[in-house]
């Protein structure tokens, strides 16, 4: 038969379609390229280890002690039962006739991780989605269904399987995330290589990234309300901030934030910073800012930090020449200017201090949260041996803190930062965040033990700072205490606690949102709100159920109850301008502690 056309050709068209299934010579060559330069930088990396291996690292966890207690065991054999149980519903898919519909979404909450549509219109992934949910489920409540646990076991069994389901998520693999390999597709596996990238950097400094650390530079474009460091002693720097209204209240503010921080969680940017827009109320500010602590510090314990709050104090009353000063205590701070004006009581100093404001602070650690689950012996032992400098280096915190929120602040960040390969955020809250400080060894030991476990703060001289001991309800400062509705490491129940243990005319504010952005809500972006109660109010419950919600910050009714407080204003002359003074500047704002490592 002749197969020729009209032409003398062929009758059927015997030209290659190109497979869209297959990659093209193209793409392929790029994908070369890309593992090649991946290869490269993986070797650069152990590389680099290796000439830092003769310096030795303590690791954050030893996975070969987590299975040592008898709890841990009986968890092990409950998970057994439970993958068994997803083995069989595995098998059981393999029957459905007709074949598995993943068009229904699961009855679960709506979860951010699976955002993406393919985890519910295309069937694989949503079959791996529902099949994660099962288990997920299935090991909580296991974990809740342990039998012969005490309520702190039961709690460390429950944290642990939590952070067990968050690590499990297919989210957080490559080659279960839709979006990742849409992602790894279309940039033909860059994204992959700059994600790569990223984790390397990470795992080079020790910590995860949430943020474009060359975005920001403390002073520059961070930290930048103009003033002067007026006072300094080893373990802090005062900062006294320049007026900017030609009269001030005459009692001047002191800060003490967190030293398990940086000070500027206060003063980010102009928006942000709670210490402009007191200048601007025509506060007198002054700021401590804590030095970082080296080995040098392996001493320091809490009194230390309590006659520095002292110190403080009497180094402003003395600048200004006036008898007593505001204050404010954040978290950690404020639980030590608890501890600090129980002691001036004591000794009968307690009218250098005119208030007491207490930012996310708590006295009474019976309802702490779970960073009660970081006070064992096994932690304990854990910390001596990343402690053996003297101090412990911050990234450990950072990690301890992130993992109370694993979801949002370590596998949102794997996802992003290393199999998105997205760009950091140049984002200053995060950049704080990131800004690791190191703790004194013994003072974090003695802190965890003494208030965290033991709870010896609220026990009536149980505690002696300073050679005296010390009761909270010799305290009759006046008080304002604010809590986050969100918080998880100053819980409000733990918050509201210091209601009953101060005996003092106190006023407590419940702020919306958590730890940070709580405090952090200047008037001016009009976010989140407030709630006000009767403060004679005997429990939480009964102020929760009288409150007064108002939108916005809660900023304008502090400075409100500070005003009603003491009025008084005087010229901002002399001493009320940094430098001016007894006092001489030493140097500029924000000064070298904070820039310390």
Known sequence: MNNAGKDGGPTGDTTDVPNPFLPSPEDLQHWASVMGRAQQMMLDYVMEQSADDKIAQPPLFDPRKWLDSPASQMWAEQTARMWEQGIAFWSSLATLQPPFSPATPPSAPSDRRFSDPDWTTNPAFALIRQTYGLLSDQLLETTRQMQGLDDAARAKMEFAARTMADALSPTNLAVTNPEVIKRAVETRGESLLKGLKHML?????????HVDADAFEVGVNIATTPGKVIHETPLYQLIHYAPTTQEVLTVPLVIFPPWINRFYILDLNPAKSFVAWALEQGLSVFMVS???????????????????????????????????????????????????LA?????????????????????????????????????????????????????????????????????????????????????DLLYWNGDTTNLPAKW??????????????????????????????Q??????????????????ASVWRLMDHLAGPKTFVLAGSGHIAGVVNPPAAGKYQYWTSDNDAATLAAFEAGACETKGSWWP???????????????????????KGRKKAIEDAPGRYVKQR
């Open 201 to 209: 950097a990470d795992l080079s400094r020790g910590q995860l990234s």
């Open 290 to 340: 804590w030095k970082s602590a080296d080995a040098s510090m392996k001493d320091v314990v809490w009194d230390d930090y309590i006659a520095a709050q002292v110190d403080a104090i009497d180094v402003v009353r003395d600048l200004l020449n006036v008898p007593h000063v505001h204050t404010i205590g954040y978290c950690v701070a404020g639980t030590t200017l608890a501890a600090t």
């Open 343 to 427: 002691m001036l009581a004591a000794n009968g100093e307690a009218d250098k201090v005119k208030s007491a404001t207490f930012f996310t602070a708590q006295v009474d650690f019976e309802q702490a949260g779970e960073l009660k689950l970081f006070v064992d012996e096994a932690y304990l032992a854990l910390l001596e041996q990343l402690s053996a400098p003297g101090f412990l280096d911050g990234r450990y915190m950072a990690a301890t803190f992130n993992s109370l929120r694993g979801r949002d602040l370590i596998w949102n960040y794997v996802v992003n930062n290393y199999l998105l390969g997205n760009d950091y955020p140049p984002f």
């Open 444 to 473: 974090h030991r003695q802190y965890l033990i003494d208030l965290y476990r033991d709870n010896r703060l609220v026990v009536p001289n149980s505690l002696t700072v300073c050679d005296t001991p010390i009761d909270l309800r």
């Open 475 to 492: 305290i009759r400062t006046p008080a304002y205490i604010q809590a986050g509705r969100e918080d998880h490491i100053a819980p409000l």
């Open 557 to 579: 009714h502090w400075i409100g109850w500070i005003n009603e407080l003491d009025g008084g204003k005087v010229a901002t002359k002399g001493g009320r301008i940094p430098g």
